[in-house]
């Protein structure tokens, strides 16, 4: 098994020099703005109360826990969601979503295949929905 998706939360199970990739939403007010009260209360994308505010974790916060748990961040890229387009965009702006990658101390160099490197804004992945059932399938092929 090359990946395992143990779905939202963070969590993922690896072996010595596996790789852990995490996306999560940064804890800015825009994030809080566009988040909870646009997603949640006004458009009505996402179900109310799936976001807590006090939950979300900041690029800076999440690699101190990782460097704390043994792991080393390679790389950081933030996420842009269009609800019309239904696409997602890698972008250098992590003031909302971001995804970090992150190996073991001392496994910098470890390989991790083209899909996976966070590339740049023309990069897009096709969201068949807001859940991990698009991501899943992404990552099958």
Avoid at 3 to 14: F, N, P, Q, S
Avoid at 69 to 89: E, I, R, T
Wanted: proline residues 4%; contains cysteine; charged residues 20%.
């Amino acid at each position: 098994m090359k990946i395992l998706d143990v779905g939202c939360g963070g969590g993922l199970l690896t072996e010595p020099g596996g790789s852990l990739f995490i996306t999560t939403i940064n804890k800015t007010q825009l994030s809080y703005a566009l988040g909870i009260v646009f997603a949640e209360q006004i458009a009505g994308i996402v179900p109310k109360g799936t976001h807590t505010w006090e939950k979300f974790v900041s690029p800076e916060k999440l690699e101190s826990i990782l460097e704390s748990n043994g792991l080393s961040v390679q790389s950081m890229a933030g996420m842009l969601y269009n609800p019309f387009s239904g696409y997602w965009h890698w972008s250098e702006n992590t003031s909302l979503n971001y995804a970090a990658h992150a190996v073991k101390s001392g496994v910098q160099d470890h390989p991790v295949p083209d899909e996976f490197v966070f590339k740049g804004e023309t990069e897009e992945l096709r969201g068949q929905d807001s859940t991990n059932a698009g991501a899943q399938e992404e990552l099958k092929k």
